[in-house]
């Protein structure tokens, strides 16, 4: 699978991904920190208020992907 970190690309198996989803989830406490679409994912550092938060998780999810949030 293919993911975006900062402004690269890099392949890596969804193990790895999983792993880095963790190291991920530790770094923002409130806010989105992955977003997911097939084999596609994109680590992003959007610390957001709950009521952007949960608007900008509606606003993902309608374009089809599956969204890692902690606290919203």
């Not at 989105?32 to 938060?53: H, P, S």
């Amino acid at each position: 699978m293919k993911v975006k970190v900062a402004n690269k690309i890099y392949r890596m198996t969804r193990k790895e991904f999983e792993g880095l989803l963790k190291v991920a989830a530790e770094q923002v406490p409130r806010g989105i920190y992955a977003i997911l679409k097939g084999d596609y994912a994109e680590l992003m550092n959007e610390k957001t208020t709950v009521t952007q938060g949960k608007a900008l998780t509606r606003q993902l999810k309608a374009q089809g992907f599956k969204v890692y949030s902690n606290g919203i």
